[in-house]
């Protein structure tokens, strides 16, 4: 046993990477919860207001919600949200952006504090965000 002074604060990172831009929607929340979930769908539509938007999506409970139903109703079949099957995130563009996030940013390396990561995090998207033809090039949509 190993005593610890605390519980351990986290955030997550929720996101999604435009197929045929690279340009990606990133939300950093102290919960991955439906809600959450729901207000990342809510952020697709507010940066694609017009456009019908497809959606990845795996077979996670926390995308299985009254919430985020009541979201892909007020769209009005402007989103559409393509399932995955169970067990097979490789198919999800945005896991091979966050594998490269993990690789790049946290990959052996201890942050001072949460902000020092923070930091870091999202430093690494508005870098990259700067080069969408290399996120299209990360999650395979160009050889």
Request: charged share 20%.
């Amino acid at each position: 046993m190993i005593p610890t002074p605390y519980q351990p604060h986290r955030h997550y990172g929720l996101g999604a990477v435009n197929y045929h831009t690279g340009a990606t929607v990133l939300l950093v929340r102290k919960h991955k919860r439906r809600r959450e979930i729901a207000e990342l769908l809510d952020a697709l539509l507010d940066h694609h207001p017009t456009e019908t938007i497809y959606v990845a999506w795996d077979n996670a409970n926390t995308h299985q919600d009254d919430e985020v139903e009541a979201v892909v109703r007020r769209a009005a079949g402007r989103l559409i949200l393509l399932s995955l099957p169970t067990y097979s995130p490789w198919l999800n563009p945005i896991e091979m952006l966050w594998r490269h996030y993990r690789r790049e940013v946290t990959h052996c390396e201890l942050f001072a504090s949460l902000d020092a990561l923070m930091a870091a995090t999202l430093a690494f998207f508005e870098r990259y965000q700067l080069m969408p033809h290399r996120i299209l090039s990360i999650i395979g949509a160009i050889p």
